[in-house]
């Protein structure tokens, strides 16, 4: 009966997945659509605009309950992956009912309320032209939190069914009763807490994601919990939650997002990232290290066409690490230069991390794209000077390979390899660059032409589409629920005094802003051990902001160090994603201890990267302001 119920709750998690995935093809072709009438023919159209928002709005809405549905709400699985499937179980169930159930019901009890005045007041859009009845869209966060709430249900039923020891549940859930009472009885005595609240928000948070509950609905939770228990914060402080996400539905910048998303995913269904390694591999194969420095300029081009880390590291690892072996390269060589290649995407544009941190830090997206432009080449730059003299000092590491094919054939099939891609960056990026174009709608146009070079190579079908856009949905909607999250937790923690508490240390304790920039750069280099880019970007940045206002920093620069410190927390053992996706997609052509002695010295090179980033700034704008 349980598991009956649960399949039709996950039906209609999964239609609105589908419908999301249908809205995700409309959005790309009605933003190209909008942006090709506008600077060809100077039509734009108010309403169009505030639909293509509104399009967007409903991809990442109704992902939310599809991408619990596919677990695709992210974990730290340090410890997770090591667990029994009863103790996985025990952990769903808890993140269900203490943390995404009690955090659906406030949101959608305060969401009603912004609806409800919405409809009485006949809101309509401010701009002459605009949409009428904005309710309408108000009210979807309504509709996405109850398909939240239904998909929690069904994880239970699910999570119950596959529970072997069901007293051990019953245990645990009696333990959490009993400190629930515990922190009631001190609440309601109006105990005093023996930390301050803001460093018990980030112990809890830690704990919780260390034991392997969910991102978002960690941060969301948390923020709910410490709401509950501080009388100097009360429930209030998240009525303006539903606000705060509206304003997130409303921003054209984060609609990039899941279009640029989209744009990577039909170009890794597309074979041209095969296509790429086996020409540059017959290129540069005869040098020394030549099939790493080709697997370092392929991850420059997919960075810069697609952006999509885990799809540039398992394509790479699956297509050039068994010819690199063959050839009998490194292990640890070859992994590092695919794993740290793979990276690149994090940094050069178009990077959603920088759309990310432009969000975050209210910069410009196209300034940021810029700015990350000369830090991505010196990596590149790097990366080969490194494969170079390490395949001279030492010829077993890398040794050449003996064709016996022509090499004007081969540079003519390289170039003929390379073009395509390099002609649909010039597009997406020289659009941006110029002015032309904002980064959405040269992301919109990305994915056309992501689909001509699919059709181009033969590719391209109903199944590359529908794949690229329910991917896209899962996400997005993950990224999306933890910047909900996110932003619920940065509420209750500037309510308690945590953004002045944070400002004061570095302003009046630490008094330096070599001393901040030093420690900032530590503590994201540090936090990126553990946890994604998506969760500092979204909890660590907004405190920082501030601050380096304070010391008049430069932002676009400060934001450079950050996303070249992000890319960092990829290939950092022994949680860096990038050794995960590798070591998946490898199997056990190579070990783990191989990859990470491979992966060092890279992140060795980054940071030298950053250090000469921080010494002179100035390279950031050798692109332009």
Same mark, same amino acid.
């Given at each position: 009966?349980?598991?009956?119920?649960?399949?039709?709750?996950?039906?209609?998690?999964?239609?609105?997945?589908?419908?999301?995935?249908?809205? *995700?093809?409309?959005?790309?072709?009605?933003?190209?659509?909008?942006?090709?009438?506008?600077?060809?023919?100077?039509?734009?159209?108010?309403?169009?605009?505030?639909?293509?928002?509104?399009?967007?709005?409903?991809?990442?809405?109704?992902?939310?309950?599809?991408?619990?549905?596919?677990?695709?709400?992210?974990?730290?699985?340090?410890?997770?992956?090591?667990?029994?499937?009863?103790?996985?179980?025990?952990?769903?169930?808890?993140?269900?009912?203490?943390?995404?159930? =009690?955090?659906?019901?406030?949101?959608?009890?305060?969401?009603?309320?912004?609806?409800?005045?919405?409809?009485?007041?006949?809101?309509?859009?401010?701009?002459?032209?605009?949409? *009428?009845?904005?309710?309408?869209?108000?009210?979807?966060?309504?509709?996405?939190?109850?398909?939240?709430?239904?998909?929690?249900?069904?994880?239970?039923?699910?999570?119950?069914?596959?529970?072997?020891?069901?007293?051990?549940?019953?245990?645990?859930?009696?333990?959490?009763?009993?400190? +629930?009472?515990?922190?009631?009885? +001190?609440?309601?005595?109006?105990?005093?807490?023996?930390?301050?609240?803001?460093?018990?928000?980030?112990?809890?948070?830690?704990?919780?994601?260390?034991?392997?509950?969910?991102?978002?609905?960690?941060?969301?939770?948390?923020?709910?919990?410490?709401?509950?228990?501080?009388?100097?914060?009360?429930?209030?402080?998240?009525?303006?939650?539903?606000?705060?996400?509206?304003?997130?539905?409303?921003?054209? *910048?984060?609609?990039?997002? &899941?279009?640029?998303?989209?744009?990577?995913?039909?170009?890794?269904?597309?074979?041209?990232?095969?296509?790429?390694?086996?020409?540059?591999?017959?290129?540069?194969?005869?040098?020394?290290?030549?099939?790493?420095?080709?697997?370092?300029?392929? +991850?420059?081009?997919?960075?810069?066409?697609?952006?999509?880390?885990?799809?540039?590291?398992?394509?790479?690892?699956?297509?050039?690490?068994?010819?690199?072996?063959?050839?009998?390269?490194? =292990?640890?060589?070859?992994?590092?230069?695919?794993?740290?290649?793979?990276?690149?995407?994090?940094?050069?544009? =178009?990077?959603?991390?920088?759309?990310?941190?432009?969000?975050?830090?209210?910069?410009?997206?196209?300034?940021?794209?810029?700015?990350?432009?000369?830090?991505?080449?010196?990596?590149?730059?790097?990366?080969?000077?490194?494969?170079?003299?390490?395949?001279?000092?030492?010829?077993?590491?890398?040794?050449?390979?003996?064709?016996?094919?022509?090499?004007?054939?081969?540079?003519?099939?390289?170039?003929?390899?390379?073009? &395509?891609?390099?002609?649909?960056?010039?597009?997406?990026?020289?659009?941006?660059?110029?002015?032309?174009?904002?980064? *959405?709608?040269?992301?919109?146009? +990305?994915?056309?032409?992501?689909?001509?070079?699919?059709?181009?190579?033969?590719?391209?079908?109903?199944?590359?589409?529908?794949?690229?856009?329910?991917?896209?949905?899962?996400?997005?909607?993950?990224?999306?629920?933890?910047?909900?999250?996110?932003?619920?937790?940065?509420?209750?923690?500037?309510?308690?005094?945590?953004?002045?508490?944070?400002?004061?240390?570095?302003?009046?304790?630490?008094?330096?802003?070599?001393?901040?920039?030093?420690?900032?750069?530590?503590?994201?280099?540090?936090?990126?051990?553990?946890?994604?880019?998506?969760?500092?970007?979204?909890?660590?940045? &907004?405190?920082?902001?501030?601050?380096?206002?304070?010391?008049?920093?430069?932002?676009?620069?400060?934001?450079?160090?950050?996303?070249?410190?992000?890319?960092?927390?990829?290939?950092?053992?022994?949680?860096?994603f990038a050794l995960f996706y590798l070591k998946g997609a490898a199997g056990d052509k190579v070990s783990t201890g191989a990859i990470y002695r491979g992966v060092v010295p890279f992140i060795l090179l980054q940071v030298f990267a950053l250090g000469i980033i921080v010494l002179f700034p100035?390279?950031i704008y050798l692109f332009g302001k």
């Amino acid at each position: 009966m349980n598991i009956q119920i649960s399949y039709y709750l996950d039906r209609i998690s999964k239609y609105a997945g589908y419908l999301a995935a249908i809205v *995700t093809v409309i959005l790309s072709l009605l933003v190209a659509y909008d942006a090709g009438m506008r600077y060809l023919f100077s039509a734009g159209s108010i309403a169009l605009q505030e639909v293509e928002w509104h399009l967007f709005d409903v991809v990442f809405l109704l992902g939310l309950s599809y991408a619990l549905k596919h677990e695709k709400h992210v974990r730290v699985d340090i410890f997770f992956e090591r667990y029994s499937s009863d103790t996985k179980a025990i952990v769903q169930i808890l993140s269900m009912l203490l943390l995404v159930i =009690p955090f659906s019901l406030l949101f959608m009890n305060d969401t009603w309320d912004m609806v409800l005045q919405s409809y009485l007041q006949h809101e309509v859009s401010a701009d002459p032209g605009g949409l *009428t009845h904005r309710y309408l869209i108000k009210a979807m966060l309504l509709v996405a939190f109850a398909l939240l709430l239904l998909q929690a249900i069904s994880e239970i039923l699910k999570a119950y069914h596959r529970l072997e020891n069901k007293v051990l549940l019953w245990r645990v859930l009696s333990v959490v009763v009993l400190l +629930g009472g515990l922190v009631y009885y +001190g609440w309601y005595e109006r105990m005093a807490f023996w930390f301050d609240p803001v460093l018990l928000m980030f112990a809890l948070s830690l704990v919780l994601l260390m034991t392997g509950f969910q991102v978002a609905f960690v941060f969301a939770g948390v923020a709910l919990f410490f709401a509950l228990i501080s009388d100097e914060v009360g429930l209030g402080v998240l009525e303006m939650l539903p606000y705060r996400t509206y304003g997130i539905m409303g921003n054209i *910048t984060l609609m990039a997002v &899941p279009l640029f998303i989209f744009m990577g995913l039909i170009l890794e269904r597309s074979r041209m990232a095969e296509e790429l390694l086996s020409s540059m591999g017959k290129l540069f194969g005869s040098v020394r290290g030549g099939l790493a420095i080709s697997v370092v300029l392929v +991850g420059a081009i997919l960075a810069a066409s697609t952006g999509i880390v885990g799809a540039s590291v398992v394509m790479m690892s699956l297509i050039a690490l068994p010819l690199m072996l063959k050839h009998n390269y490194s =292990p640890a060589l070859a992994s590092g230069s695919i794993a740290a290649s793979g990276t690149l995407g994090q940094l050069i544009p =178009p990077s959603i991390v920088l759309i990310i941190l432009g969000d975050q830090m209210h910069l410009s997206v196209g300034d940021l794209f810029k700015a990350a432009v000369v830090p991505g080449l010196l990596l590149i730059i790097l990366y080969i000077i490194y494969i170079l003299v390490i395949s001279y000092l030492d010829k077993e590491l890398a040794p050449a390979i003996v064709s016996d094919e022509a090499y004007g054939k081969v540079a003519k099939d390289a170039l003929k390899a390379i073009f &395509p891609p390099l002609l649909l960056i010039v597009a997406v990026l020289g659009s941006i660059f110029a002015g032309i174009a904002s980064p *959405t709608e040269s992301a919109a146009i +990305g994915v056309l032409g992501a689909m001509v070079l699919a059709m181009f190579n033969r590719a391209f079908n109903f199944g590359l589409v529908r794949y690229a856009a329910i991917e896209t949905v899962k996400l997005t909607a993950m990224i999306f629920m933890i910047l909900i999250g996110a932003t619920a937790f940065s509420l209750v923690f500037n309510e308690l005094g945590g953004g002045d508490m944070v400002l004061q240390f570095f302003t009046g304790d630490v008094g330096n802003k070599w001393t901040f920039i030093f420690i900032a750069m530590l503590v994201i280099f540090l936090l990126g051990f553990f946890i994604d880019f998506i969760e500092i970007a979204f909890v660590v940045v &907004p405190i920082l902001v501030p601050i380096v206002a304070s010391f008049h920093i430069d932002p676009i620069w400060f934001a450079i160090l950050i996303a070249m410190n992000l890319q960092a927390s990829f290939l950092t053992p022994p949680f860096g994603f990038a050794l995960f996706y590798l070591k998946g997609a490898a199997g056990d052509k190579v070990s783990t201890g191989a990859i990470y002695r491979g992966v060092v010295p890279f992140i060795l090179l980054q940071v030298f990267a950053l250090g000469i980033i921080v010494l002179f700034p100035e390279l950031i704008y050798l692109f332009g302001k």
